[in-house]
């Protein structure tokens, strides 16, 4: 148990909660990118949409307690929960922030979540060296950034042919409408999907805050007060908006119809839905780009700037190491005071 003054934790809680907002901000694009790109609903009300659908996520883990297993993968799964210090905890919440602000100001729809995994393991291989790693946890985490918009996009292509088919006796002007019907529940599953994947990151990191000062005793398990603080944060950050990063996702990847953003986000909110059950911290940036390629694919490969696409997989290769390096920065300022 490390020591901290009660301020003390009160400020890295504080900038927990910071950070959530921040994903919120910078993941907005991800909730919205098929609705905006489609003009099914205006930015604003997207925004709103997402916001109110990134909330909701709070009721669900009061239905389905499961549910919150990405928050033990975070609190303990990557690094030894008893070896994580209060300093551990602030280098992996400013090398997260900063590579969020970076990649924001510059457009580029990168992961948050994998920019608090790199922060954290950055920040305690710093404190403890290697041995302090869970290697499995790490693994399942490093397997999902392939996996996970490699699957979106699959799912994403059958979706839009397995709907072709079914559709395919139906009027252009009545297809149009059912689909941006279906459309808008998908959009708001998927913004259901993502609160509940991403503000279970934060959770994580505050309840392994809250077990290494001695605040929490006993079973390592996320107290209510920080789950609704969490998704509170999340949907706040959502509501504030991602605009340079909404123009990336919502139209230089592909032009999408309502047909292709209803398969893009029903895809991709299978897949979050699935990683949340598992309890792995999944990108939400990874699986919705994924999905937007799958179904911009489905109509035809051309259909795909696949410039772009490739610029933002090369902003997903580097978002680990880069912001590992900064919380290990970090953790090492925290040792000069």
Known sequence: MHELALPLLIGLIAVALAFDFLNGLHDAANSIATVVAT????PVHAVAFAALCNFAAYFLTIAFPSLHKVAETIGQGLIEKDLITPAV?????????????????????SSSSHALVGGLIGSGV??????????TGLNKTLMAIVLSPTLGMILAMLIMLASSWMFRRATASGAEK???????????????????NDAQKTMGIITVLLYSTGYLHGKFEVPHWVAISC?????????TGGWKIIETMGSR?????????????LGGSIILFTASWLGIPVSTTHT???????????RRASAVRWGVAGNVVTAWIITIPASAAVGALFYAVTTLF
């Open 39 to 42: 003009r099914l609903l205006k």
């Open 89 to 109: 905890v602030f280098g992996a919440l400013v090398g997260a922030m900063f590579w969020n602000v970076v990649t924001w100001l510059k457009g580029i729809p």
């Open 126 to 135: 710093a404190h403890a060296g290697l041995t302090g790693v869970q290697w």
């Open 178 to 196: 059912t689909f941006r019907a279906l459309h808008l529940v998908s959009s708001g599953a998927y913004s259901l999907s993502h609160g509940l």
């Open 231 to 239: 998704y509170i944060a999340i949907a706040l950050g959502t509501l």
């Open 253 to 265: 990847i592909t032009k999408l119809s309502q047909h292709q953003g209803f398969s893009a986000s």
């Open 288 to 298: 919705i780009t994924g999905a937007v390629v799958g179904a911009g694919t489905a």
